[in-house]
C-alpha cells in the first residue's frame, strides 16, 4: 500500500533555531501533500496545503514566514519551522493524496508517523 | 465553520467487550465521513468511510453509520481485541474545493485481556 515517510520522528531544538521536517511519499506521486498540527488532548488541525510546483496554500491564523513549505517534487514536502519558540513545540503530521486518485473527497489520505518537535 | 467532536477517552475494555466511540459532527453541506486508527507508533490509517445519509462504513469488524437526521457516525465493534487498542479520530471532509479534513480530537481506546 502507499506509504508516507516522514523525518524526523522527533527533534529536539533550541529557541532560535530552525527545525526542517521532511514528508515523502515511497511508493507514489503526490502533487499535493497536507500539513498538520497536533495539540495535546486536541485535534489535527491543518496548517497548510502543500502543491508542487507552487507556493503552498496556508490556514487562517498560520504564519507564512515562520511555517515554510516547499513542495519541490511529486514525492517530497517539507515543513521548515524558522526561529523556532516554546510555543512551536507540538506534533506535525503530514499526508498525501496519490497523484491519479483525482481530487475528490472520498480519496484516501496517507499520513507519516509524525514529528514530536520540542523546543527548549 | 466545520467541526466533529467526539467522546473523550481513554476507553478502557476488556477484550470481546462491545465497542461504541461517539462522534457528531457539524458541516455545511453534504459532507463525507470518516474514521481513521492511529496505532501506537504509527501514522493514521483510514479505517472506514461513508459518502452520504444512511451508508454503513464497515471494516476490520467496525461499523458506522452515517446518520444525518441527528449528525452522527458513531464507531462500533461487538467483540474487542487487545491489538485494537489505538487512537481512533473521526473526521469529516466538506463538499468546497477538493478535499481536506476536519479531525476530531481523537479517542484513545485500550482493550486489557
Known amino acids: 500500500g502507499a506509504v508516507v515517510s516522514q523525518h524526523p520522528s522527533w527533534v529536539i531544538c533550541k529557541s532560535g533555531t530552525s527545525v526542517k521536517i521532511e514528508c515523502r511519499s515511497l511508493?507514489?506521486?503526490?502533487?499535493?501533500m497536507f500539513w498538520y498540527r497536533q495539540f495535546p488532548k486536541q485535534s489535527l488541525m491543518l496548517m497548510a496545503t502543500s502543491n508542487e510546483g507552487s507556493k503552498a496554500t496556508y490556514e487562517q491564523g498560520v504564519e507564512k514566514d515562520k511555517f515554510l513549505i516547499n513542495h519541490a517534487s511529486l514525492t517530497l514536502s517539507t515543513l521548515t519551522v524558522t526561529s523556532a519558540h516554546p510555543e512551536d513545540s507540538s506534533f506535525y503530521i503530514c499526508s498525501a493524496r496519490a497523484w491519479g486518485s483525482g481530487f475528490t473527497r472520498d480519496s484516501p489520505l496517507h499520513f507519516g508517523n509524525g514529528t514530536r518537535l520540542t523546543v527548549t | 465553520g466545520d467541526s466533529v467532536t467526539q467522546m473523550e477517552g481513554p476507553v478502557t475494555l476488556s477484550e470481546e467487550a462491545f465497542l461504541t466511540i461517539n462522534c457528531t459532527y457539524t458541516?455545511?453541506?453534504?459532507?463525507?465521513l470518516f474514521w481513521y486508527v492511529q496505532y501506537p507508533g504509527e501514522g493514521l490509517q483510514l479505517l472506514l468511510k461513508?459518502?452520504?445519509?444512511?451508508d454503513k462504513g464497515s471494516n476490520k469488524g467496525f461499523e458506522a453509520t452515517y446518520r444525518k437526521e441527528t449528525t452522527s457516525f458513531h464507531l462500533e465493534k461487538g467483540s474487542v481485541q487487545v491489538s485494537d487498542s489505538a487512537v481512533y479520530f473521526c473526521a469529516l471532509s466538506d463538499q468546497a474545493g477538493y478535499s481536506t479534513l476536519t479531525f476530531g480530537k481523537g479517542t484513545m481506546l485500550l482493550v486489557s485481556p
Open positions: 511508493d507514489f506521486q503526490a502533487t499535493t
Open positions: 458541516a455545511t453541506g453534504y459532507p463525507s
Open positions: 461513508a459518502t452520504k445519509a444512511d
